[in-house]
């Protein structure tokens, strides 16, 4: 790729269904030059979350959805290439709404780019994952929303993803037993081998349910949920009595267009705590996390795996491996390598 040229995938229509290459128009335009109190980053990591779906789509939600012809949203870390803004130094390592592009000028977008800490103990790609956003969503939705008690089961859906694989391991940090539902064999082995989940849960093997209660002898008393419909209402369906539900995400509806619906006559008579969150709600509280799931995974009490596809160009097909279950761990597009 010249590095004069900025690739940028801007939102052309929005997608039914499944987001398609289509869905998007890659321009090459000119690589900005910083003004005053501006630094020039080149992106080297772009996050692939659920949310970037939602992103897409003409639907109420807690960030404006990504209007058609601007270039599509998305976090990640780069690297500053210029500057003439003393906060950010050539060569520092940033973080943030970068965009799906090659290149992003400082201040001019969202949400401010952070520059990360110097001397990081672990590689820069795990501030997109376990010690950054999505462990971050983690720890707070499990620990002051599910608030869970040593003893308790706590049961996650999506676990082999990068949000769910991390609260399995904090469960267990806090005394609880970790119960992880996922989508293959290879997946339920990893959580369970490496990441020290007590059970795991294969959701396309048939008598799925069965193996759940086998797995929650004694009920469940938090549910982190990531993926609603279907699988919610199963595990709703074995909550204890004011079991507190986190509800972080229904991935299993973001392509169908559709609302998703909860089972409320359950959460009614089981007197279900069920508390939405968006980690954005605790953006004031994100270096003390950072700070705790840092350290975890320094002494490795927390373990993280990636995903990495390679090149911007392969941004919009690799999105889809979060709904197709055929990632684990974090999913990340690698741009760029740092200098």
């Known amino acids: 790729m010249p590095k004069n040229v900025n690739r940028q995938f801007r939102l052309k229509r929005r997608p039914v269904g499944r987001a398609e ?17 501006q630094a020039l980053v080149r992106n080297l990591y772009l996050s692939l979350d659920p949310t970037n779906r939602i992103w897409m789509s003409d639907m109420d939600q807690y960030m404006p959805p990504v209007a058609i012809g601007e270039v599509m949203r998305g976090g990640g870390i780069g690297q500053v290439i210029a500057s003439n803004d003393p906060a950010y130094a050539i060569g520092d390592l940033v973080q943030g709404l970068v965009g799906w592009q090659d290149y992003v000028l400082s201040g001019g977008g969202e949400m401010p780019l952070m520059p990360l800490p110097k001397g990081l103990p672990v590689p820069p790609t795990a501030m997109l994952g376990a010690a950054g956003a999505t462990g971050i969503t983690a720890y707070f939705g499990l620990l002051e929303i599910g608030q869970p008690k040593p003893g308790e089961t706590v049961l996650v859906s999506a676990a082999a993803g990068a949000v769910g694989s991390v609260v399995g391991q904090i469960a267990k940090i806090q005394g609880c037993r970790a119960v992880g539902i996922a989508g293959s ?12 989940f007590d059970a795991a849960v294969n959701y396309k093997e048939p008598g799925w349910r069965e193996a759940l ?5 004694s009920g469940i008393d938090v549910d982190f949920e990531n993926v609603g419909g279907e699988i919610m209402d199963t595990v709703l369906a074995r909550m204890n009595l004011h079991g507190r539900v986190a509800l972080c995400g229904m991935i299993s509806g973001y392509n169908a267009g559709e609302r998703m619906l909860g089972d409320f006559q359950t959460i009614l008579m089981k007197r279900l705590r069920v508390e939405g969150f968006i980690i954005l709600d ?3 509280r994100f270096a003390e996390a950072a700070a705790v799931l840092g350290g975890w995974l320094v002494e490795g009490k927390l373990k993280h795996r990636e995903t990495i596809v390679d090149g911007l160009e392969n941004a919009p097909a690799a999105l889809n491996r ?12 690698k741009i760029a390598d740092p200098t």
Do not use: Q
């Open 213 to 217: 209660d086998r797995a929650c002898p």
């Open 282 to 284: 605790y953006l004031p």
């Open 185 to 196: 064999r290879e997946k339920c082995r990893w959580i369970t081998e490496e990441l020290g």
């Open 322 to 333: 979060l709904f197709d279950g055929e990632n684990i761990g974090k999913l990340i597009v």
């Open 21 to 37: 290459r289509t869905d998007f128009d890659l321009v090459e335009s000119a690589v900005p030059t910083p003004g005053p109190d």
